[in-house]
T-cell receptor, first 113, second 112 residues
Framework: KQEVTQIPAALSVPEGENLVLNCSFTDSAIYNLQWFRQDPGKGLTSLLL?????REQTSGRLNASLDKSSGRSTLYIAASQPGDSATYLC????????????FGAGTQVVVTP | ETGVTQSPTHLIKTRGQQVTLRCSSQSGHNTVSWYQQALGQGPQFIFQYYREEENGRGNFPPRFSGLQFPNYSSELNVNALELDDSALYLC???????????FGPGTRLTVL
């Protein structure tokens, strides 16, 4: 059974510092991995999607890497800003799973001015 | 291009009642998935509809049921509400079952 873990559960950094968020999964037979952002009480905003054949994806200040063999993904956010404060969730799509997303519990990030 | 929308935003029900939540998928998307998110947890997959058929289901009892309409909008119905059904219900649409999923703002359900 696939388990997705995100450590730490919460993180506080000063503005300008780079953020490093970790995601691990137990079964490497994934189709893709997505990173999401969630503001309190709101829906999910897709940040990056990495296909299983890819090693990384980049969008602006965001970069996500994927090491399928070790069951890890890392989301890097460069030069953090107070507006980056949110909960970040990763989710994997397993093969033969109807495309359902299996989520971690998220990392709550606070960027202090 | 219109994103995923959900209605209502909030609702309050009492135990034993029934509720219907609605989702309009992003234009052109033929797949809708529903998720339940309890406070402080990641979303849990309820089920998925692809071209009006239930395509997959998570570990939720039969009192959770759904529909997808020809325009690919969808409903989630929950019968015999329990206190533990209190959660944020999210729907996500995609073009095909393995493609990137785009989420709506959610419906916050409170069961008293």
């Amino acid at each position: 059974k696939q388990e997705v873990t995100q450590i730490p559960a919460a993180l506080s950094v000063p503005e300008g510092e780079n953020l490093v968020l970790n995601c691990s999964f137990t079964d490497s037979a994934i189709y893709n991995l997505q990173w999401f952002r969630q503001d309190p009480g709101k829906g999910l905003t897709s940040l990056l999607l990495i296909q299983s054949s890819q090693r990384e994806q980049t969008s602006g200040r965001l970069n996500a890497s994927l090491d399928k063999s070790s069951g890890r993904s890392t989301l890097y956010i460069a030069a953090s800003q107070p507006g980056d404060s949110a909960t970040y969730l990763c989710a994997v799509t397993e093969r033969n799973s109807w495309g359902k997303l299996q989520f971690g519990a998220g990392t709550q990030v606070v960027v202090t001015p | 291009e219109t994103g995923v929308t959900q209605s209502p935003t909030h609702l309050i029900k009492t135990r034993g009642q029934q509720v219907t939540l609605r989702c309009s998928s992003q234009s052109g998307h033929n797949t809708v998935s529903w998720y339940q998110q309890a406070l402080g947890q990641g979303p849990q997959f309820i089920f998925q509809y692809y071209r009006e058929e239930e395509n997959g289901r998570g570990n939720f009892p039969p009192r959770f049921s759904g529909l997808q309409f020809p325009n690919y909008s969808s409903e989630l119905n929950v019968n015999a509400l329990e206190l533990d059904d209190s959660a944020l219900y999210l729907c996500a649409s995609s073009l095909g079952i393995y493609n990137e999923q785009f989420f709506g703002p959610g419906t916050r359900l409170t069961v008293l």
